[in-house]
């Protein structure tokens, strides 16, 4: 049997798969609209979702007195403010350190406020750097707080003004909060913060009463708003953890449908990723806690709450106690995330990089590709280099092929002899044929392989440009400045001679850069190398091919069209090399 109908299958699957995207992209979330209209209702006792309960906490009718959750249907009226005013108030301890910038609120202890010094909107230097934690009351707020539940005491809460030894934060030592209950406890926060993005929180309970007093620790990941997300749908954007080793991706709407989501884990951690950024709780690796994913709204605020509960600890009268956990805000580098996982032990932390069911694939891909940037210094080439690489340990086996399609081009000729021959009869065209094939021994089929070993490689490469921040605004040469990014060249701007805003009125599709040119070039080269379908409706398929691909991935990131291009100029080479050994004359 041709193996054309194969091929294409192939072919058309792969246009479904990444078209799909493109022509029918999911819909992004669309956020409640925000409490900064005049006269709404702006927001409630902004911990909600609650501080979590401890396990046989009292009811929820003798929280207020006992530190335990507040209610979660408690106004305030006002309109939210900008981070700026906020910060302004002071009664903040500054972050200063070489990836994060930003302040802890000194009123409920909370880490609210972190910029990423590293990284910017937009390509532009001067543009802004991300943001990525904000102040509750200020719009899309997110934070993370820290606390113990327990019943019959008296709790630091989100109002609760803590007291400081110093003013800064940064990588050269610690921060220590304090607060007296008046009751015989003293509470103290020790808060760390590496070079990087990582936290350490440890909570200290000094018991001067006369009474033991049994305690939870807990923290908890706060947002207020459904972020927008990029919208793709073969990326995961939203609530995640690492449950008993095993990953749980929940969707926003998930979320909003269950209310509540409980789990319990020992080991592993939870909170809220988007493409590149990551806020995670990690509790103790070596202790059992429940863990939550919730859902609530007050007014227009939609909130999302990730948090957890831990093992129970006693404080005896005359004594103290400790719990330590640690969180992680910042930008998902993946390198970044594996060494946490070793020095740490955090149970799978890379999984927070969606790599997808390729993993076993799409992570060693990015390892090489990191690892030929170091020598080179630039991803672009570590592309190309890595394609070289993929081709030689492919070789054989691309050999193989290519020999069998000269074999197959070079019996065209007596194909449609047959064909003519025997075009009123189908089934003796058929069996000619294979005959003919037997007699040469010729393999239709034998050219299908390796283009189904290239879809995972393909398909993981196109997640390790998507998903890891190591390839965002990463450049290569000439006109892409951004591997991640689609080419920014296009026919409406004479390839780039000039620079307007014509995004808005041309259609996606028709949006038609350099690189998705010389792609589809490549591919109409390499059909005329390729022998013909012997169906001449699969013929004229094949024929539009290369445009629909052209079009097809004018959209998609540069590094990955870079390359596909590359890819086809090798095997381009290869073909025609050993073609040209078998004395097969090359085009249509």
């Given at each position: 049997?041709?193996?054309?109908?194969?091929?294409?299958?192939?072919?058309?699957?792969?246009?479904?798969?990444?078209?799909?995207?493109?022509?029918?992209?999911?819909?992004?979330?669309?956020?409640?609209?925000?409490a900064?209209?005049?006269?709404?209702?702006?927001?409630?006792?902004?911990?909600t979702?609650?501080?979590?309960?401890?396990?046989?906490?009292?009811?929820?009718?003798?929280?207020?007195?006992?530190?335990?959750?507040?209610?979660?249907?408690?106004?305030?009226?006002?309109?939210?403010?900008s981070?700026?005013?906020?910060?302004?108030?002071?009664?903040?301890?500054?972050i200063?350190?070489p990836?994060?910038?930003?302040?802890?609120?000194?009123?409920?202890?909370?880490?609210?406020?972190?910029?990423?010094?590293?990284?910017?909107e937009?390509?532009?230097?001067?543009?802004?750097?991300?943001?990525?934690?904000?102040?509750?009351?200020?719009?899309?707020?997110?934070?993370?707080e820290?606390?113990?539940?327990?019943?019959?005491?008296?709790?630091?809460?989100?109002?609760?003004?803590?007291?400081?030894?110093?003013?800064?934060?940064?990588?050269?030592?610690p921060?220590?909060?304090?607060?007296?209950?008046?009751?015989?406890?003293?509470?103290?926060?020790?808060?760390?913060?590496?070079?990087?993005?990582?936290?350490?929180?440890?909570?200290?309970?000094?018991?001067?009463?006369?009474?033991?007093?049994?305690?939870?620790?807990?923290?908890?990941?706060?947002?207020?708003?459904?972020?927008?997300?990029?919208?793709?749908?073969?990326l995961?954007?939203?609530?995640l953890?690492?449950?008993?080793?095993?990953?749980?991706?929940?969707?926003?709407?998930?979320?909003?449908?269950e209310?509540?989501?409980?789990?319990?884990t020992?080991?592993?951690?939870?909170?809220?990723?988007?493409?590149?950024?990551?806020?995670?709780?990690?509790?103790?690796?070596?202790?059992?806690?429940?863990?939550?994913?919730?859902?609530s709204?007050?007014?227009?605020?939609?909130?999302?709450?990730?948090?957890?509960?831990?093992?129970?600890?006693d404080?005896?009268?005359?004594?103290?106690?400790?719990?330590?956990?640690?969180?992680?805000?910042?930008?998902?580098?993946?390198?970044?995330?594996?060494?946490?996982?070793e020095?740490?032990?955090?149970?799978?932390?890379?999984?927070?990089?969606?790599?997808?069911?390729?993993?076993?694939?799409?992570?060693?891909?990015?390892?090489?590709?990191?690892?030929?940037?170091?020598?080179?210094?630039?991803?672009?080439?570590?592309?190309?280099?890595?394609?070289?690489?993929i081709?030689?340990?492919?070789?054989?086996?691309?050999?193989?092929?290519?020999?069998?399609?000269?074999?197959?081009?070079?019996?065209?000729?007596?194909?449609?002899?047959?064909?003519?021959?025997?075009?009123?009869?189908?089934?003796?065209?058929?069996?000619?044929?294979m005959?003919?094939?037997?007699?040469?021994?010729?393999?239709?089929?034998?050219?299908?392989?390796?283009?189904?070993?290239?879809?995972?490689?393909?398909?993981s490469?196109?997640?390790v440009?998507?998903?890891?921040?190591?390839?965002?605004?990463?450049?290569?040469?000439?006109?892409?400045?951004?591997?991640?990014?689609?080419?920014?060249?296009?026919?409406?701007?004479?390839?780039?001679?000039?620079?307007?805003?014509?995004?808005?009125?041309?259609p996606?599709?028709?949006?038609?850069?350099?690189w998705p040119?010389?792609?589809?070039?490549?591919?109409?080269?390499?059909q005329?190398?390729?022998?013909?379908?012997?169906?001449?409706?699969?013929?004229?398929?094949?024929?539009?091919?290369?445009?629909?691909?052209?079009?097809?991935?004018?959209?998609?990131?540069?590094?990955?069209?870079?390359?596909?291009?590359?890819?086809?100029?090798?095997?381009?080479?290869?073909?025609?090399?050993?073609?040209r050994?078998?004395?097969?004359k090359?085009?249509?």
């Amino acid at each position: 049997m041709d193996n054309r109908n194969l091929i294409l299958a192939i072919v058309l699957s792969i246009a479904i798969l990444f078209g799909f995207e493109m022509l029918f992209p999911t819909k992004p979330i669309t956020p409640m609209p925000t409490a900064s209209q005049p006269n709404v209702q702006s927001g409630a006792d902004e911990t909600t979702p609650s501080a979590p309960l401890a396990p046989n906490a009292m009811s929820s009718s003798q929280a207020g007195t006992a530190g335990a959750a507040p209610r979660a249907d408690a106004p305030i009226v006002g309109e939210l403010q900008s981070v700026e005013q906020i910060v302004a108030q002071g009664n903040r301890v500054l972050i200063t350190s070489p990836s994060l910038t930003g302040s802890i609120a000194l009123q409920g202890g909370r880490i609210d406020d972190l910029i990423l010094n590293g990284y910017n909107e937009t390509l532009n230097p001067d543009s802004a750097k991300i943001r990525l934690l904000s102040p509750r009351g200020s719009e899309n707020a997110y934070y993370a707080e820290y606390g113990w539940v327990g019943t019959n005491v008296k709790l630091p809460n989100k109002d609760t003004m803590w007291s400081t030894d110093k003013t800064v934060l940064d990588a050269n030592g610690p921060v220590t909060l304090s607060w007296d209950n008046g009751e015989g406890l003293t509470f103290k926060r020790i808060i760390e913060l590496d070079k990087d993005f990582m936290f350490t929180i440890t909570q200290q309970v000094f018991n001067n009463s006369a009474q033991a007093v049994t305690l939870n620790p807990y923290g908890l990941v706060t947002r207020w708003g459904t972020p927008q997300g990029s919208g793709l749908y073969i990326l995961h954007e939203g609530p995640l953890g690492v449950f008993d080793g095993t990953l749980t991706e929940v969707s926003y709407s998930d979320v909003v449908d269950e209310g509540v989501m409980n789990y319990t884990t020992t080991g592993g951690w939870v909170g809220f990723t988007d493409k590149y950024w990551l806020t995670a709780l990690i509790p103790d690796q070596t202790q059992p806690v429940s863990a939550r994913m919730l859902y609530s709204k007050t007014g227009l605020v939609e909130k999302y709450q990730s948090d957890f509960v831990g093992a129970q600890v006693d404080v005896q009268p005359g004594a103290s106690n400790q719990s330590t956990t640690r969180l992680f805000a910042g930008a998902k580098r993946v390198t970044l995330l594996d060494s946490y996982a070793e020095k740490l032990g955090v149970v799978n932390f890379d999984l927070a990089v969606d790599f997808g069911m390729f993993y076993f694939l799409t992570k060693p891909i990015f390892y090489a590709l990191h690892y030929i940037h170091g020598i080179l210094g630039n991803f672009g080439t570590a592309i190309l280099l890595l394609t070289v690489a993929i081709k030689l340990v492919l070789f054989p086996l691309a050999n193989k092929s290519y020999v069998a399609m000269s074999k197959m081009k070079k019996l065209q000729p007596e194909i449609k002899k047959l064909q003519e021959r025997f075009k009123d009869d189908k089934a003796r065209l058929n069996q000619e044929m294979m005959a003919l094939y037997k007699k040469e021994k010729a393999n239709p089929a034998a050219g299908c392989l390796p283009i189904l070993i290239q879809i995972p490689i393909f398909f993981s490469l196109y997640k390790v440009l998507l998903v890891t921040i190591e390839m965002r605004h990463a450049p290569f040469f000439g006109w892409v400045q951004d591997l991640s990014a689609k080419d920014p060249t296009s026919i409406w701007n004479l390839f780039g001679l000039f620079d307007w805003n014509y995004i808005a009125y041309i259609p996606g599709p028709l949006d038609i850069g350099i690189w998705p040119i010389i792609m589809g070039f490549t591919m109409w080269l390499q059909q005329r190398l390729n022998p013909q379908p012997t169906d001449p409706v699969q013929a004229k398929v094949f024929t539009f091919l290369p445009f629909i691909f052209t079009f097809l991935l004018a959209s998609f990131a540069a590094g990955l069209v870079i390359y596909w291009a590359w890819n086809n100029a090798l095997s381009i080479l290869q073909q025609w090399l050993i073609m040209r050994r078998m004395g097969v004359k090359a085009g249509a």
